[in-house]
């Protein structure tokens, strides 16, 4: 039965039951007493999901404190081992895939390096499947057990309904890839496991917004910064976050050419990739067949060298311009969404770190306007370099809460049944 809001009673235990997982998710261990207020749900509602979800084995219980006067209180948590996650980093430079009980506690973890076969199709999604088998066989979970699978990756991800997810990666020759459709066919996990793909910089803020930097704003910009450059907004309308191409931001007309294609970019400017490329075009000493994290440490060694040594004024210069392009660029991302945070996060940013950030909050500030320039903070993100892995690992996380702590039902097969299979022979 619906109400006049639409709502069935059905929906309002859902939310309730999401309600109470979110609170001891975020804030517990706490008391039933405790949960009332946190939820703005009645004591006996508040018992009656509480009952619920311990009978779901979803909550324990998890010591007791004195109350005023009375018994003890007893305090709940979310049980750890009562759900499974895998979360999937599809890098520039590596596979990375973690294995998370439901508090994201790391099981179990796989790292794939990406060399010769970069970016290539078939190759990742051997990796992924590889390393799905690999954790799990590793902490001894049975895949019949997990939540979900998220993905983490480049490009913009679109979902088609027939073929699940599809990627449109143009810097990294990813067209229109079905990404999901090709993870399942040959899998080992049950059709009733879900795959959450999105983009990577989604994934990173997602993980910054629930435990890192972001925590308690309520507008912020998380920026990936590895081999390319991303983004992903977060704003009350769209509170789970929407992945911005700022990397394919214009910054400079008929400026250099970027892996997209087009002209003047900020990733052909800001982009690991190309601060090395524009390290040798310049004639810095770029270590032989080194990979672009190794680069990248030589050229910030190069410019910020021990004591006693001399710096290498070109790597410094590209540093220099560099951090004024990222300025730039932020300053895009103040002016038109006025963020309260800004955080920097990927391999590179945490690389080029506090080393440059102080000129970029300089040219960030002096580029945009100066009431929202004046409101922003800009810090490097707190969770490393697994914050897209951890991030990949909520969205499986998210719809479990969504669903009340459910898990969601597959979509029924409304193929029509062959003649064959309903006559008996």
Known sequence: MAGRNGRTVRDLRRGNRTAVLQRLYFDGPLSRFELGPATGLSSGSVSNVVAELIADGLVEEAGSVDSDGGRPRILLRVAPGSGHMIGVDVGETRVRIGLFDLTLTELARA??????????????????????????????????????????????????????????????????????????????????????????????????????????????VVVLFGSGVGACLVTPEVEHGRAVEWGHLTVRVRGRRCRCGALGCLEAYAGAESLIDRWREQGGSVPK???????????????????????????????????????????DLINL?????????????????????????????????????????????????????????????????????????????????????????
């Open 111 to 220: 790292e794939r390096p990406l060399v010769r076969e970069r970016y290539e199709v078939e190759g990742i999604v051997g990796h992924v499947r590889d390393g799905i088998a690999e954790v799990l066989a590793e902490a001894g979970i049975g895949p019949e057990r997990l939540l979900g699978v998220g993905i983490g990756v480049p490009g913009i991800v679109e979902d088609t309904g027939e073929l699940g997810a599809v990627v449109h990666g143009q810097t990294i020759g990813w067209d229109a890839v079905p990404l999901e459709k090709l993870l399942r066919d040959g899998s080992q996990l049950p059709d009733g496991v879900p795959y959450f793909i999105d983009n990577g910089a989604r994934t990173l803020g997602q993980a910054e917004m629930w435990f890192g930097g972001g925590r308690g704003a309520r507008n912020a």
């Open 289 to 331: 067949d080194a990979d672009e994290e190794t680069a990248l440490t030589a050229m910030l060694a190069g410019a910020y060298p021990a004591e006693g040594r001399e710096a290498d004024p070109v790597a410094v210069g590209v540093l220099e311009e560099t951090a004024e392009y990222v300025g730039a660029g932020l300053s």
């Open 337 to 425: 969404f006025q963020p309260e945070r800004i955080l920097i996060g990927g391999w590179a940013g945490l690389q080029l770190g506090a080393r440059f950030l102080p000129d970029v909050r300089r040219h960030a500030a002096s580029y945009a306007l100066r009431h929202p320039a004046h409101k922003v903070t800009i810090d490097l993100g707190r969770l490393g370099p697994d914050a897209v892995t951890v991030g990949a690992a909520i969205l499986p996380l998210a719809d479990f809460f969504a669903h009340g702590g459910r898990r969601a039902e597959p979509a029924p097969d409304t193929r029509p049944t062959e003649l064959a299979e309903r006559v008996p022979t």
